[in-house]
Nanobody, 123 residues
């Protein structure tokens, strides 16, 4: 069973900082690529940060320069350092795991979502 455990959400003033973390546990024959998404009020869930296949970290313009993605592969944990927070960053932040599982039967891929952690930024 795959589990994603997120933590670090909370409240902050505009200009403040928060750090989110997400740890994945699952099958030993699978690898997991972790990324961050968020859903802000009235909007669709959107990509916030993750690592591309070429190893580069990607961010949308809305958070570029303010958010930093990092990971501890040994601990299967990723972090999202959020600085210079704005009220429009308020929303539910989700960790997503894209799994690749290789067995004698072949390779399968799936994705999983964490339960989400709320971030509230006040002006």
């Amino acid at each position: 069973q795959v589990q994603l455990v997120e933590s670090g959400g909370g409240s902050a003033q505009a200009g403040g900082s928060l750090r989110l973390s997400c740890t994945v546990s699952g099958y030993t024959y699978c690898t997991y690529d972790l990324s961050w998404y968020r859903q802000t009020p009235g909007k669709e869930r959107e990509f916030v940060s993750g690592v591309d296949s070429d190893g580069s970290t990607r961010y949308p313009d809305s958070v570029k320069g303010r958010f930093t993605f990092s990971q501890d592969n040994a601990k299967k944990t990723v972090f999202l350092q959020m600085n210079s927070l704005k009220p429009e960053d308020t929303g539910m932040y989700y960790c997503r795991a894209d799994s690749t599982c290789r067995t004698l039967l072949g390779t399968s891929t799936m994705h999983y979502w964490g339960q989400g952690t709320q971030v509230t930024v006040s002006s």
